[in-house]
């Protein structure tokens, strides 16, 4: 089993939509996981992080993290062009290990 | 936020030449610099773990002779690709992590990637 899984898409939605990225990880001691934007070409940026149970909203993005069910997603509400970019979810362990990414493509 | 600076941002060399990339952390110090590749439409992969004053880290399946890490302070991390090969084009990103913190507890902050292309 890998150490971070991604649905790897590529999801379409429309502007304005939200878009839902999931997330599963395999080690129950992680206690931090982020999330990534990748625009291409580009490096990837820190767009959220989370380390309790529950939801973080910041802006029109929102991290849920379930530590039971090992699973974190994140949403982007009222979803622009702006946010097409691929999506990575990054648990750290030895080191920060990335999963495959989703990449998102928001249609105006 | 933290910066981290990587140079250059393109290169393109001629097969069996070598190549080198700087990764800085420009407003803290970094004990542990980490080296990913990315080829098109894939995630990162990572290479190795750069640790100042010692032995870079090398993952299963990169050649370390190929691949040279040197850390040689706390604010600066190279990589070289030595006789670079068509295969070796692709995307290298550093990342940096603030001396003692933990990778547990904190995002790594990136450097902007170098696209190198082999002919």
């Known amino acids: 089993q890998k150490e971070v899984e991604q649905n790897s898409g590529p999801l379409s939605v429309p502007e304005g939509a939200i878009a839902s990225l999931n997330c599963t990880y395999s080690?129950?001691?992680?206690?931090?996981f982020f999330w990534y934007r990748q625009y291409s070409g580009k490096s990837p940026e820190l767009i959220m992080s989370?380390?309790?149970?529950g939801d973080k909203e910041d802006g029109r993005f929102t991290a849920q993290l379930n530590k039971a069910s090992q699973y974190v997603s994140l949403l982007i509400r009222d979803s622009q062009p702006s946010d097409s970019a691929t999506y990575l979810c990054a648990v750290p362990a030895r080191q920060l290990t990335f999963g495959s990414g989703t990449q998102l493509t928001v249609l105006p | 936020g933290a910066v981290v600076s990587q140079h250059p941002s393109w290169v393109i060399c001629k097969s069996g030449t070598s190549v080198k990339i700087e990764c800085r952390s420009l407003?803290?110090?970094?004990?542990?610099m980490f080296w990913y590749r990315q080829f098109p439409k894939q995630s990162l992969m990572l290479m190795a773990t750069s640790n100042e004053g010692s032995k870079a880290t090398y993952e299963q399946g990169v050649e370390k002779d190929k691949f040279l890490i040197n850390h040689a302070s706390l604010t600066l991390s190279t990589l070289t690709v030595t006789s670079a090969h068509p295969e070796d084009s692709s995307f290298y990103i550093c990342?940096?992590?603030?001396?003692?913190?933990?990778?547990?507890?904190?995002?790594?902050?990136f450097g902007q990637g170098t696209r190198l292309t082999v002919v």
């Open positions: 080690d129950r001691v992680s206690q931090s």
């Open positions: 989370i380390y309790s149970n």
């Open positions: 407003d803290f110090q970094a004990t542990t």
């Open positions: 990342s940096a992590k603030p001396q003692g913190f933990s990778v547990r507890n904190t995002e790594a902050f």
